[in-house]
């Protein structure tokens, strides 16, 4: 699977959007760009995924660059619900005897901290 | 329909003891994921069943580490002989599938001190 590079830690003021970046050079055609985020003491939860188009939905917007080798997780209003950490990751598809599944390695993500 | 269900959420043990965690995915779920995720750190793929079988177990310990997920009843992750580095939250997810269109629901983690 290809490695992914996260800042440590970001704040945003509420209300405000949050841009968390997030580094894949090593990215390969078909692997998938997914962003989880955990909040303290929570499960992770699903947010979005994408190939090679931007994506939207309820929750946030991924923009992925022409080269595949960055992508962006954009919050547009954040708010104190938002802190956590959040997690990019990039999915490798694996062929076994059953078929393909998910094998999903987690970083140490950004810390997002929202500020009232 | 009620999520991902793990219990119990915390668990105490004294070294040498069996440490047993519980995984109900979700309903219509055949598919589930374990992860470890120590103090500090982000989480780590330890194994995936689908139902009576083990796919992917690379990401297990050697020894006192075992999985299953019977035809009937949740998935357990056994722990035996628990030492202090056992220590960690474990969580569970569950897909529909195992495609990678399919995203995994994880549920809220069980927390093992061993003391």
């Known amino acids: 699977d290809a490695k992914t590079t996260q800042p440590p830690s970001m704040d945003c003021a509420e209300g405000r959007a949050a841009n968390l970046p997030c580094n894949h050079s090593?990215?390969?055609?078909?692997?998938?760009v997914y962003w989880y985020r955990q909040i303290h003491s929570q499960g992770p939860q699903y947010i979005i995924h994408?190939?090679?188009n931007n994506e939207t939905n309820e929750m946030a917007s991924l923009i992925i660059t022409e080269d595949r080798k960055s992508s962006t997780l954009i919050l547009p209003h954040a708010t104190l619900r938002d802190t956590a950490v959040y997690y990019c990751i990039v999915r490798l598809r694996l062929f076994m005897n059953s078929g393909g599944y998910q094998k999903v390695t987690f970083g140490t993500g950004t810390k997002l901290q929202v500020i009232p | 329909n009620a999520g991902v269900m793990q219990n119990p959420r915390h668990l105490v043990r004294r070294r040498g003891q069996e440490a047993r965690l519980r995984c109900s995915p979700m309903k219509g779920h055949s598919h589930v994921y374990w992860y470890r995720q120590l103090p500090e750190e982000g989480l780590k793929f330890m194994v995936y069943l689908q139902k009576e079988n083990i796919i992917d177990e690379s990401g297990m310990p050697k020894e006192r580490f075992s999985a299953e997920f019977p035809k009937e009843g949740p998935s357990i992750l056994r722990i035996q002989q628990v030492v202090r580095g056992d220590s960690a939250a474990y969580f569970c997810a569950s897909s529909v599938y195992g495609s990678i269109d399919n995203e995994q629901f994880f549920g809220p983690g069980t927390r093992l001190t061993v003391l």
């Open positions: 994408g190939l090679k």
């Open positions: 090593t990215i390969s055609g078909n692997e998938y």
